[in-house]
C-alpha cells in the first residue's frame, strides 16, 4: 500500500473529489448534446431548410447510434480500464462536438454554392432546398456519429467510478450528484450557447453556430488534462488515507460478502453471460422505458417553446424559461439521498430502498399529463410541470444506475451499464423519431413550388392555406396536439418501467460468480 497515505488521523475525501470530477464529465456531456437542440430551430433549420421530421430525424438516430455504442462501450471500459476508458470516451466525444462547426462548409462544397447566405436564399420547397437538407442532414449525422460514439462512455465509466470509490449506501447519492451535472448541463446551455452563437454571427464568423460547437467542445480536452492527473484506484491513491479506504471497502465486511484478497483477480462475466440474469433485464427495462422522456425533455423543450409560445431560443424570455427548467431538476439531488434515509429508517437492504423510492419518483411524471391543457393559461405552468418531471426523472436515474453496482460484481458494472444504456438508447430513438414525424404531421401540409410542405406560422400567417389539415387532439390544433400526446406518453413511463421491474426481480438478489 502506498507508503504516503496516513495510517492513523481524521479521514480523507478524496472520494468527493473525483465525484466533482465525475460531475463535470457529466456537464460537459450535457453541454454537448445541448448546443444543436438550442441552434437548430433559429440558426441552423433556416440556412439549411430542415423541418421537425429532419431535425427528429438527426436526433433519433444519434439516440439509436448512442444505444448501440452503449453496449459496447460498457465493456470497453471494463476492459481498458477506468482512467484510460474515460480518457478515450471523453476525447472522442469532444472531437465529434467540434466536427459539428465543418458540416456547414461541407454542405456548401457539396451543392456548389458559395457561403452560407447563398444556401439561405434558396427558395423553401425548391429542388435545391430539399438537397440542401438531406445532404447537410448526412453531414450532421456523421459528425452526430462520432459524438454518440464517445458520449456512450460517459455512464459506464462514471458508475464503475463510484463502485470504487464509494460503498453501497452512499452510491446513489454519489451518483446523484454526478448526474446533476446533466441538469447543470442543460441550465447553463440556454444562457451560453444562443448567446455565443448571437455574437460570433454578430462578428461575422460563419452563422455564428459553427463557434458555439467549437468552443463547447474544447472543454473536454480541458477535463482530459485534469483527470490524468487526478484519478488513482483508491488502494493506490497518495490522497486517500487507511480510513478512508476502510469507509470506502466497508461492503466486504457485511454478512455474506465475497471477500476478494487484495492481489487476487476478480472472475469476470462473460458478454454473453451478462444477458442470462434477470437484473441485467430489470435495468435494461426500465431505462428503455425512462431514458426517452429525459432526452424529449432535453432535445424538445426548446423547439415546444417556439413551436406553442413563439419565443426564439435566443430570446430572453426562451432563456429565463429553460433556466428555470432546469434549476428546478436540480431538486434531484436530493433524490439520491432518499434511499439512505429509507435504510437508516427502516433497515432495508440498498435494492429495497431504491425501489421504494423509484416508486415514489415515478408518480411525480403522471403532473406532465396537464402540462399542455394548463398552458392554455400560462406557459410557465408547462415548463415548471416539465422541471418536476425531469428533476423526477434525474433522481430515479441515479437510483437505477445504483441497482447495477448493488447486484454485480464490479468486473461486470460498466458492462451491465451499457447494456441498459444501449435499451434507454433505443426507447430514445423511438420517442425522438416518433416525435419529429407526429409534430411534422400535427402542423399539416401546404402547397409551396408545387410541393406538399409542412405549414408553418409564419406560412399560415402570410395567407398560405392547408392541403391537409392540422391534427386535433383532445380540443388542441396542429402541433400542440402532438406535444399533448407525447407528455401522456412521458407521463405514464415511469410507473410501467417500475412495475416491469418489480416483476423481474421482486428482491435483492446479488450475482455471485463460482
Same mark, same amino acid.
Request: glycine share 8%; hydrophobic share 50%.
Given at each position: ?131 440542401? +437538407?438531406?445532404?447537410?442532414? &448526412?453531414?450532421?449525422?456523421? /459528425? ?8 456512450? !462512455? ?27 451535472? +446533466?441538469?447543470?448541463?442543460?441550465? /447553463? ?74 492481489? $487476487? ?11 442470462? &440474469? ?110 418536476? +418531471? ?12 445504483? $441497482? ?22 433505443? !426507447? ?16 399539416? $401540409?401546404?402547397? /409551396? ?66
Amino acid at each position: 500500500m502506498n507508503t504516503l497515505r496516513n495510517a492513523m488521523g481524521k479521514m480523507t475525501n478524496y472520494r468527493w473529489a473525483i465525484c466533482a470530477m465525475l460531475f463535470f464529465a457529466t456537464t460537459v456531456n450535457y453541454l454537448d448534446r445541448q448546443v444543436l437542440s438550442l441552434t437548430w430551430k433559429d440558426f441552423i433549420a433556416p440556412e439549411f431548410h430542415w423541418t421537425d421530421n429532419d431535425y427528429g430525424t438527426i436526433t433519433s438516430i444519434f439516440s439509436i447510434i448512442y444505444a448501440f455504442s452503449m453496449l459496447f462501450a460498457g465493456r470497453f471500459i471494463d476492459w481498458m480500464g477506468t482512467k484510460k476508458g474515460y480518457l478515450w470516451s471523453i476525447g472522442i466525444w469532444s472531437i465529434g462536438a467540434c466536427l459539428h462547426a465543418a458540416c456547414g462548409y461541407a454542405t456548401e462544397m457539396w451543392v456548389g454554392l458559395d457561403n452560407s447566405n447563398a444556401l439561405i436564399a434558396v427558395e423553401t420547397g425548391s429542388v435545391m432546398a430539399v438537397t440542401i +437538407a438531406t445532404v447537410s442532414v &448526412y453531414f450532421f449525422l456523421a /459528425a452526430r456519429f462520432i459524438l454518440a460514439l464517445g458520449e456512450a !462512455g460517459n455512464f459506464p465509466a462514471a458508475i464503475k467510478v463510484t463502485a470504487e470509490y464509494f460503498p453501497k449506501k452512499d452510491r446513489a447519492y454519489a451518483t446523484s450528484i454526478f448526474n446533476a451535472g +446533466a441538469t447543470v448541463g442543460a441550465l /447553463a446551455a440556454p444562457i451560453t450557447i444562443p448567446l455565443l452563437a448571437r455574437y460570433f454571427k454578430e462578428i461575422g464568423i460563419g452563422n455564428g453556430w459553427e463557434m458555439a460547437f467549437i468552443v463547447i467542445g474544447a472543454l473536454g480536452f480541458i477535463w482530459m488534462g485534469l483527470w490524468v492527473f487526478i484519478y488513482t484506484e483508491p488502494r493506490k491513491s497518495k490522497h486517500v488515507n487507511e480510513a478512508e479506504l476502510e469507509y470506502i471497502e466497508q461492503d466486504k465486511y457485511e454478512a455474506g460478502a465475497v471477500v476478494v484478497p487484495e492481489g $487476487t483477480e476478480e472472475k469476470k462475466l462473460s458478454f454473453l453471460q451478462c444477458f442470462c &440474469y434477470k437484473q441485467t433485464w430489470a435495468f435494461a427495462s426500465g431505462k428503455f422505458m425512462t431514458d426517452g422522456v429525459w432526452w424529449f425533455f432535453l432535445f424538445w423543450t426548446p423547439a415546444y417553446i417556439s413551436d406553442v409560445y413563439g419565443f426564439s431560443s435566443d430570446s430572453p424570455t426562451a432563456m429565463l424559461l429553460i433556466f428555470v427548467l432546469y434549476a428546478i431538476t436540480m431538486l434531484s439531488i436530493y433524490g439520491g439521498k432518499l434511499p439512505s434515509i429509507i435504510i437508516s429508517r427502516t433497515g432495508m437492504n440498498p435494492y429495497a430502498a431504491r425501489m421504494r423510492a423509484m416508486l415514489i419518483f415515478a408518480f411525480f411524471p403522471l403532473l406532465a399529463l396537464f402540462a399542455q391543457p394548463l398552458g392554455n393559461y400560462s406557459y410557465w405552468f408547462p415548463v415548471v410541470i416539465i422541471g418536476i +418531471a425531469g428533476a423526477a426523472h434525474q433522481a430515479w436515474s441515479a437510483n437505477i444506475f445504483s $441497482t447495477v453496482s448493488d447486484m454485480f460484481p464490479r468486473t461486470a458494472i460498466a458492462t451491465v451499464t451499457g447494456i441498459g444504456g444501449m435499451a434507454g438508447g433505443v !426507447g430514445s430513438y423511438i420517442i425522438n423519431k416518433g416525435s419529429g414525424m407526429l409534430f411534422s404531421y400535427a402542423a399539416g $401540409t401546404t402547397i /409551396a413550388n408545387g410541393t406538399e410542405v409542412e405549414m408553418t406560422k409564419e406560412m399560415l400567417h402570410h395567407g398560405a392555406q392547408y392541403a391537409r389539415p392540422a391534427m386535433e387532439f383532445m380540443g388542441f390544433s396542429g402541433k400542440p396536439a402532438g406535444y399533448f400526446i407525447i407528455f401522456c406518453i412521458c407521463a405514464v413511463a415511469y410507473l410501467i418501467g417500475w412495475l416491469i421491474m418489480k416483476a423481474l426481480v421482486p428482491k435483492y438478489k446479488p450475482i455471485v460468480i463460482d
